[in-house]
Every structure is written in C-alpha cells, then in structure tokens.
C-alpha cells in the first residue's frame, strides 16, 4: 500500500515540476510580449505626433497656395489695365494716322491749286519736301500700330494663362495624376503616395486608387509634401485592401475640363480704313509759257496716288 502511495507522490512531484516549468516559460513569454508591446505604443505616439507636426505644415502651404492665388489674380488685373491703356493708345495712334491722311489731302488740294507758273517750281519744290515728311510721319505711324497690335495679342495671351491657372487653383483641378502607393498604414486609415508638389500636385485634389483597370478605393490629400503626399483612406471596394504599388490617379471630379475656360475679352479687330479720295485735276500748264522748261501741253501731268492706295498697309 505505502508502495504505491510514494509512486503517486513520485508521479505528483513530476507533474508539478513540469507544470511549473511550463508556466515559468509562459511568463517570460508573456513579459517579453509586455515590452515589445510598450515599445510599439512609444513607436506609434511618436508617429502620431509627426502626422500631426505634418498637418500643420500642410496648413501652413494651404494658406501659401492660396496667397499665391491672390497674387496671380493681382497681376490680371495689372495685365487687364495695361490692356486698357494700349487700346486708349491704338486711339490715339488712330487719329494721328487720320491727321496725317488730312494734311496729305490738303497737300494734294494745293498742288492742284496752284496756278501761277513763276512760282510752280517753288512750289513744287516744298510740297515734294512735305510730301517726303509726311511719307515719314506715315510709316512711323504704321510700325507702332503694329507693334501696339502685338502687344495687344500678346496681352491677351498672357492675361488668357493667368485665368486659366488662377481658376485650376480655385476649383482644385489639374490634368493628370500618375503615382503610386509607397507605404499603407491600415490601421491609422492613411497611406503615403510618391508624388508630390514637386511633381504639380494640387493639394485639392480627389484621388483614385486602381489595380490594374479595376478602381478599389479612393484617398484624399492631407499632408502635401515636395516630394509625397500623406492621404487619408475615404473609401474601399468590398473585400479591398490597399497594397504598396497600387496605382494613383485623378479622380473625374477633378480633372480639368478646357471646355470650362474662362472667356477672355478681345478687342475686334479695327476694320481697314476707306481709300483715299481722289485728288483733282492739276490744271493744264501753257505750252507758249513755260520759262522753267516744265513743258506745255505734251508734258505728262503729275502723277496722282492710285485710289485704292493705302499708305499703312492694311
């Protein structure tokens, strides 16, 4: 009998040895899991607090993009007066070229008037010489209106840019977005994509993510840096998750539509100006009295402007 209590307390004292070593080796265990556990949460209060550090900064370059935007629109509007101020110019351009084309009329008048032959020579002679100034005066006259017509256009241009830029900033709009998922932190709802400012990325923006040509989720900007872009997860495809090297595009909603440029003002184009009358008849010259050998009645009369010439060369 006593034989074989010492066998069962033999055979206690065994279990009891090994459920002690077992429980030895499950506290070491549980203690080792204790502080790789502490220092998770270290790791991750420490990221947080930079996410957070981020999104202020990225506050930061809202607030810069949009004094930008202001910026940009101030200068329009600059562009927008200059234009003004050329056009008043064109104007005046205008009636000096109408003030030309009258005193070319009345030199022609006076050249037809004149009628006593001691003094025709002499005439003559001034009238070619403001005739030369005039000739002058008319093609000063037409390369300013030309370069007043070239600065007009590229007035136009430059003001046409600044709207279309200052509207895709406003909308939070752009063309295109070729990127990729470089780091996926599920449990935190967000990822980080490898492109960013440096690349034109509006911080606006709606972006998709695809596999392939399949869409499986879409993300929003919340931290725009210059070279990645920290995004906030809005929404996953059933039974989706997002991988490092998924694909990043735009979202329809915010690309650019051309069709919805704004309509920038044009001058018209000024019509071309009526020909010039017809001067009269010089009057026949005597053939029996010409001291100053100008010829009589077989001279050819002077040689009058073509009535379709047009000395600005509309």
Not at 85 to 106: F, H, I, P, W
Not at 123 to 148: D, F, G, H, R
């Amino acid at each position: 009998m006593w034989k074989s209590l010492i066998t069962i307390s033999i055979i206690f004292g065994i279990l009891a040895g090994w459920l002690r070593y077992q429980t030895t080796t499950d506290l070491k265990h549980e203690r080792a899991a204790l502080i790789d556990s502490t220092n998770n949460l270290g790791l991750a209060k420490s990221y947080q607090k930079e996410v957070q550090d981020k999104n202020e900064e990225h506050v930061e370059t809202t607030a810069s993009t949009t004094d930008e935007a202001d910026t940009q629109e101030t200068e329009e509007a600059s562009k927008v007066k200059e234009k003004g101020e050329k056009v008043s110019n064109k104007a005046g351009l205008e009636a000096a070229k109408a003030d030309v084309e009258a005193k070319l009329t009345k030199l022609e008048r006076e050249l037809a008037e004149i009628g006593e032959i001691e003094d025709l020579v002499e005439k003559s002679q001034n009238l070619q010489a403001e005739m030369a100034s005039v000739q002058q005066e008319i093609a000063i006259t037409k390369e300013n209106y030309k370069n007043m017509i070239a600065k007009r256009e590229n007035t136009d241009k430059q003001i046409t840019a600044l709207r279309d830029k200052v509207s895709r900033q406003r909308a939070g709009q752009m063309i295109e977005v070729n990127a990729k998922i470089a780091q996926t932190f599920d449990n935190w709802g967000f990822v980080v994509i490898d492109k960013g400012g440096n690349q034109g990325i509006n911080a606006r923006v709606k972006l998709d993510v695809k596999r392939g040509d399949k869409l499986i989720g879409r993300i929003n900007i919340t931290n725009l840096e210059p070279n990645v872009c920290v995004c906030d997860v809005l929404s996953l495809s059933e039974g989706e998750k997002l991988a490092i090297g998924d694909s990043v595009v735009l979202s329809a909603e915010s690309k650019w539509d051309p069709s919805k440029k704004p309509v920038v003002e044009t001058i018209p184009t000024p019509a071309a100006p009526a020909a010039a009358p017809e001067k009269p008849a010089a009057p026949a010259e005597k053939a029996d009295d010409d001291p100053f050998g100008l010829g009589g009645d077989d001279a050819p009369a002077p040689e009058k402007p073509a009535e379709t010439e047009d000395p600005f060369g509309l």
